[in-house]
């Protein structure tokens, strides 16, 4: 599938942007007070570039603290006049997009309860017809690659070009360490489809907690995020939204001068270490797609062989047979057991497939 989404680099709208890009402020504007002291505190860090704070909150329930609505764009306001920073605020209705275009919000975001909601996106989209202002668009709640690119899409389609993704995780109904546990693989698969599309991470809404914050954001780093978004709050103890991984702008800042930014490009020399390693890699996966196709023309064999006897395809003690061997070889090779299970299972299941085939070919 080709999505025609036509994206402009970060660094070509946002001055002096040195990657990664840089995210904060309180998950919610509480107080002008709060605001203010959070943005001047943050204002210090070199690289936080931009200052989010959420106006309207999507809260999982009634009577929660639901923001202090419009009057918070008038200290956003401020914090861009006595900090510099652009800001940053959630929206989710035309009428939030109409207010904080009329108080010079600099860039909008989606959050993740609204990218679920198609409806939602469109009437935003609508809403930004003819209007040159960056939206950044965080992942659905749940891990749907469709719906987050068909946000995108909406988005990308009323003429927005400076758009940002943001990985920040999705909701399990598992209990994990995390409050909305990442599935890397997804944000990597956007910027595979998206060519030249900017992805962030979101580690606080990933983490749901301050100690994870600092291994999520290196992670997303080293997967080749452009950015982070992480929530900070001048007391973090007293906050009336997500209080548990907000953290104060010192340990942002100690945070960030933790983190080990690597090159994203490997040395041009043709010579070097990597490419040669990557030669290798290339050999092996040669020799890989050839021993599976030689493991389908036995596949094949079998097939026909059970057609012709009236055997059934799948026979579960054989199954159990093969995955019991089969990681008791993987063990002696260190290979992690998961990792080599579900790699059975998508062999297994080409084969079943191969063989369902080979059955209603001969009916
Ligand atoms: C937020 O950023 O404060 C927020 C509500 O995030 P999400 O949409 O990711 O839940
Ligand atoms: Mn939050």
New binding site residues.
Partial sequence: MDYKINIEKTKDWIKSNKEPLIISGP??AETEEQVLSTAKAISKIPNVKIFRA?IWKPRTRPDSFEGVGSKGLLWLKKVKEQTGLLTTVEVATPKHIEECLKNNVDILWLGARTVVNPFSVQEISLALKGVDIPVMIKNPVNPDIKLWIGAIERINHAGIKKIIAIHRGFYSFEKTQFRNPPMWEIPIELKRLIPGIPVICDP??ICGNKELLLSVSQKALDLEMDGLMI?SHINPDKAL??AN?QIKPEKLNDLLSKLIIRKKKSPSSKHNILENLRDEIFKTDVELINIISKRLEFVKEIGEYKHKNNITILQLKQWHNVIKTRLEIGKEKNLDKDFLLKLLQVIHEESVRKQIEIMEKKK
Wanted: a negative charge.
């Fill in positions: 998950c919610s959420g606080s809404h929530e939204t997500d991984q």
